[in-house]
Nanobody
Framework: VQLQASGGGLVQAGGSLRLSCAASGSIFRVGTMSWFHQAPGKQRALVATISTGANTDYADSVKGRFTISRDNAKNAVYLQMNDLKPDDTGVYYC???????????????WGRGTLVTVSS
């Protein structure tokens, strides 16, 4: 199973970006999908998460600015980022709980990350 993230780039403060991540490979079912943010010199932190039933949760720092969504038919997750701030700079990683084989336990998979740079 591979997670391929895209959509990062350079944007001015106040701008917007939309990140995408799709899971591919031998997949029976994709469960919870999430986005994490790793700022320069800091640990990776959860930004947003979405369940298979589309229940969402966000870090306080992005509430009202970021929106996570998913397309179960495409095994994809998206992160719409609005009103970006310089503190949002860093690498964004997608994450997914994936059941590879029917009746097997879910496994955790990570994408390689996509870089977001917000200039002031």
């Amino acid at each position: 199973v591979q997670l391929q993230a895209s959509g990062g780039g350079l944007v001015q403060a106040g701008g917007s970006l939309r990140l995408s991540c799709a899971a591919s490979g031998s997949i029976f079912r994709v469960g919870t999908m999430s986005w994490f943010h790793q700022a320069p010199g800091k640990q990776r932190a959860l930004v947003a998460t979405i369940s298979t039933g589309a229940n969402t949760d966000y870090a306080d720092s992005v509430k009202g600015r970021f929106t996570i969504s998913r397309d179960n038919a495409k095994n994809a997750v998206y992160l719409q980022m609005n009103d970006l701030k310089p503190d949002d700079t860093g690498v964004y990683y997608c994450y997914a709980d994936v059941v590879v084989l029917r009746f097997s336990s879910s496994r955790q998979f990570w994408g390689r990350g996509t870089l977001v740079t917000v200039s002031s």
